[in-house]
């Protein structure tokens, strides 16, 4: 169902099937992979015809040798997969090496692979809720570096995608009601907004949306 892509070996396929609960089918899977000291990401993917059951995404964790002791480490969450982005690079270097190498370093490295194996990396891919990688994946974004983003995206449902879409459209008509209504002039027992006063707010509400896209999802959008 999946399959890995190290840069500069062949493409993985002996992955080994490690649980299973969901209907019978496997659901926990592992590669073992050598590491040297050029291995930074990797490629996961899913095969072509493979599909992961609705409101799931496949989560993918890296387990490594510990840099001192050369034990293994606990599996450390990387990214995901689901039937929406069925394919990913993710950053998979061990903790504490040096994130940044020179190009002729890499290329030595490349040609004495062999040489510098430092241990072996398994790489876990487990199916589950979407609901449940989601905050994983949250968790991940917060603490990667300043405009890097996941290459991975866990879907929602349809219905969490219908209350999302309906949250965001009272939240722009929230803070068109909020602005408007200080110019509201009372006509015949009618309140009266100036056309000017609505062009005045969408003008101010698209230099705020290209200041900062995201002050919607935030609790209070409506604030001046």
Known sequence: ????????RPCLTDIIAVDSHLNGQATKFAFTIPISASLSDIVVFMLPGATLPPNTGAAIYAQ???PTTGEPSDFRFVGALANEKPSGIFTVRPQGRAPRRSEAEEEDDMLDEDTAVTGVMTLGISIE?????????ASLESERPSGRTSMALVSQSPAQKQISTKLLAQRIIGNAFNF???????????DVVPLKSFQNWWAK????IEADPSFLEREDPNAN
Do not use: H, K, T
């Not at 169902?1 to 500069?8: I, T």
């Not at 509400?205 to 705020?208: A, G, S």
């Open 180 to 190: 408007l209504a200080s110019f509201a002039e009372n006509e015949n027992g009618q």
């Open 1 to 8: 169902m999946f399959s890995v892509v190290v840069p500069g």
């Open 64 to 66: 490594l040798p510990d």
């Open 205 to 208: 509400f698209e230099r705020r």
């Open 129 to 137: 809720e979407a609901q449940n990688i989601a905050p994983q994946l």
